[in-house]
């Protein structure tokens, strides 16, 4: 369906079915599919919001009621989660819409009522090309063994990213792969690979109780879902430590903010021990921006900050100066690596993102404004 405003800014749809909660919520889901749109927000007495090209627009239908949204919800959701919103007063959980997307659902209670807000995710999984991901990205995922995490706010496309790279081995290669999520986002099938995904709150009670026993289901590769608490990414790092490849996301906006935040997780005393790990595991830091885009048919393309371990990052993580890694992304270039400022200027030299937006969300638009007039500003002698 194309999209079809009605005067006010809303967008029409096809009249839903309202014989059952499951057939309701349903007929929203197919809407948000036909349209092209990304999410679903719903909220008691307010009209159903659909995101498309990352504008909230509102559908032409009536305000939906708290008992029409709980009913919706609850016919969908399991009675494990059920349980955790009535005492939690939120949670997240899965949806298959048979023969068609994946819906990733958080229900929560706001002012007393209920909302909802809903991510598609598509069951075709992109590849990296498609997602205009640097060719990098694949050489990443050839590892063998380490730790590699993918960065970024939320709705920066951290999950679909890393999805495309786990897909990415599925096809190239013989290995056992288990992933840990909350919920399952994208459902894969075995290609080379011979693929096992445990959702939490489904096929195992929590990320403890997934992780304690990860190890003696003999993976190869591992994906642990976003990395919340120490516990979770302590198991991470254990996991690398044991000679497996793990992948695991984190709520951070630049490499060096990510290492800063995984540290956060732990009191000051065990940090040193932490920093060691790092440097002996780490094996990349990939953190990424949705920017809109000008590229025929592509609504949006990514900002991509990588970052490597070599020598010169393993000593900065060392001796506690992750705030420097900037610099050995200026000056590491030719070996795969690159800041956001480079990659910005790659978007505006490909004429994949308008030179406003790029500004816009620059950490620094005169260093841009530099590299677009192709002066270098690459950094170096910071180790001494």
């Avoid at 205009?132 to 995922?141: D, Q, T, V, Y």
């Avoid at 990320?207 to 994906?223: A, N």
């Avoid at 393993?314 to 506690?320: A, H, M, N, P, T």
């Avoid at 005169?366 to 001494?384: A, C, H, N, V, Y």
């Amino acid at each position: 369906m194309s999209e079809v405003s009605n005067g006010d800014g809303q967008i029409s749809i096809e009249s839903t079915d309202m014989s059952s909660g499951e057939a309701k919520i349903a007929s929203l889901f197919k809407a948000l599919i036909k349209l092209g749109g990304s999410d679903l927000h719903l909220k008691a007495g307010a009209k159903p919001r659909i995101r498309l090209q990352g504008s909230l627009k509102a559908l032409a239908m009536d305000p939906l009621t708290d008992e029409q949204i709980l009913e919706m919800m609850f016919a969908i959701m399991s009675p494990a989660h059920k349980e955790h919103f009535k005492v939690n007063g939120a949670s997240d959980f899965a949806y298959d819409l048979h023969g068609q997307d994946r819906f990733r659902i958080n229900v929560f209670r706001q002012r007393g009522v209920t909302s909802v807000a809903a991510r598609r995710v598509t069951r075709t999984i992109p590849t990296p090309e498609q997602l205009h991901l640097p060719p990098h990205m694949l050489k990443i995922a050839d590892a063998r063994q380490g730790l590699i995490l993918l960065s970024g706010i939320t709705g920066s496309g951290k999950s679909t990213t890393i999805a495309a790279m786990i897909e990415y081995i599925n096809m190239g290669r013989a290995c056992h792969i288990v992933t840990l999520e909350d919920p399952i986002e994208y459902l894969f099938e075995d290609r080379k690979s011979f693929i096992n995904q445990r959702e939490i709150g489904i096929d195992v009670n929590n990320f403890h109780d997934g992780i304690k026993y990860l190890m003696r289901e003999d993976p190869d590769v591992v994906l642990i879902g976003e990395m919340r608490d120490k516990e979770t990414f302590s198991a991470a790092l254990q996991a690398a430590e044991t000679g497996h490849l793990v992948f695991g996301t984190v709520h951070a906006s630049t490499t060096a903010q990510t290492i800063s935040r995984l540290l956060d997780m732990f009191p000051a005393e065990e940090r040193a021990l932490i920093r060691q790990s790092l440097v002996f595991n780490l094996r990349a830091i990939v953190t990424q921006k949705l920017l809109p885009s000008i590229l025929e048919g592509v609504s949006r393309v990514p900002a991509v900050e990588i970052l490597l371990t070599n020598p010169m990052v393993k000593k900065l993580i060392e001796d506690s100066r992750e705030t420097e890694i900037t610099s050995i992304l200026r000056s590491s270039y030719r070996d795969g690596m690159q800041d956001f400022t480079e990659s910005l200027r790659q978007l505006v030299d490909k004429e994949w993102i308008e030179v406003e937006v790029a500004y816009e969300v620059a950490p620094n638009p005169e260093e841009l404004k530099m590299r677009l007039r192709g002066i270098s500003t690459g950094g170096g002698g910071i180790l001494g």
